[in-house]
């Protein structure tokens, strides 16, 4: 597998099919936050990203954020949230520490993994290289 091809490909956070991720067996999704949850530096999340998030818990994935932000630059994202939803801050995508950080929190194993996210060479390539389904987005629309 080349590592810095995701294993599919799509528009937005809203155009995955999360019903086929989890007959594939997916439980943990880790989600990008620049132009992939939100546009570029948005401080909140809006209304439809934070509704789906939710609507991926009622449906059983454990659901995380993985960014890599400066430290504290994602703390009003975690408080808006009211803490629904893990997140991390200053990953070092692509590195791989992120990754088994947050799915640590989640409990669960890379292999049941996804990452979505918007750009090779941090979340495309640090999900492959940890074992984790990658998903690559085209950016942010709605
Ligand atoms: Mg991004």
Do not use: C
């Not at 007959?23 to 132009?35: K, P, Q, V």
């Not at 640090?126 to 629309?141: C, D, L, M, Q, W």
């Amino acid at each position: 597998m080349r590592l810095l091809s995701a294993r599919e490909v799509a528009r937005s956070v809203f155009d995955v099919d999360y019903d086929r991720l989890w007959s594939m067996g997916i439980r943990a999704l880790l989600f990008d936050l620049d132009n992939t949850l939100g546009r570029r530096g948005s401080t909140s999340l809006g209304d439809e990203a934070r509704q789906l998030l939710r609507d991926l818990e009622r449906r059983g994935f454990k659901v995380g954020i993985l960014t890599n932000r400066k430290r504290g630059a994602a703390k009003g994202l975690a408080s808006a949230l009211s803490a629904e939803f893990a997140v991390l801050d200053v990953a070092r995508k692509p590195h791989r520490a992120g990754f088994s950080r947050l799915l640590a929190k989640l409990g669960h194993e890379a292999s049941v993994a996804a990452m979505v996210g918007d750009r090779r060479f941090t979340d495309v390539l640090g999900a492959n290289r940890s074992g984790i389904y990658s998903i690559r987005v085209r950016g942010f629309r709605r």
